[in-house]
């Protein structure tokens, strides 16, 4: 049984909206992943902090691994020949999170659900941006 994607789509979103509303509601944490990622990586943090986040990504990785075992197909990626243009593009993403005070998932979808001006801002930069790279990636390059 496969999913068409609108509504793996629309499940999708729930999903990740659903997940951050409870994050913010039981621990009065945002949702967003490179402020997770940086937490979990902080050894000065006491270890109850520490957990909660290595769980967190943890569960990430587990849903993409157990996904296709619920009739879910996941989409193909664009095929990257060269290792240095993948640690590049990680760098860049990572540049990008840093100066923009947060990631997609931070901004974009807890911050816009706060009504955070900051995060309207940055959500149409990477939007934008996004758009520019993949007509770059599709037809220039």
Same mark, same amino acid.
């Given at each position: 049984m496969?999913? /068409?994607?609108?509504?793996?789509?629309?499940?999708?979103?729930?999903?990740?909206?659903?997940?951050?509303?409870?994050?913010?509601?039981?621990?009065?944490?945002?949702?967003?992943i490179?402020?997770?990622?940086?937490?979990?990586?902080?050894?000065?943090?006491?270890?109850? /902090?520490?957990?909660?986040?290595?769980?967190?990504?943890?569960?990430?990785v587990?849903?993409g691994?157990?996904?296709?075992?619920?009739?879910?197909?996941?989409?193909?990626?664009?095929?990257?020949?060269?290792?240095?243009?993948?640690v590049?593009?990680?760098?860049?993403?990572?540049?990008?999170?840093?100066?923009?005070?947060?990631?997609?998932?931070?901004?974009?979808?807890?911050?816009?659900?706060?009504?955070?001006?900051?995060?309207?801002?940055?959500?149409?930069?990477?939007?934008?941006?996004?758009?520019?790279?993949?007509?770059?990636?599709?037809y220039?390059?």
């Open positions: 496969s999913i /068409e994607i609108p509504w793996l789509a629309l499940v999708g979103g729930m999903l990740l909206g659903t997940s951050a509303l409870l994050l913010l509601l039981f621990s009065g944490r945002i949702a967003g490179s402020g997770i990622v940086s937490g979990a990586m902080n050894t000065e943090s006491p270890q109850a /902090e520490r957990s909660w986040r290595w769980l967190f990504l943890l569960g990430m587990l849903a691994l157990v996904t296709p075992y619920f009739g879910v197909s996941l989409p193909e990626s664009l095929p990257v020949s060269n290792p240095l243009v993948i590049i593009a990680g760098l860049l993403v990572g540049m990008g999170t840093r100066l923009g005070n947060g990631c997609t998932s931070g901004h974009g979808i807890c911050g816009l659900g706060r009504l955070s001006k900051r995060s309207v801002v940055a959500t149409g930069v990477f939007m934008a941006v996004a758009v520019i790279t993949t007509y770059l990636r599709l220039i390059v």
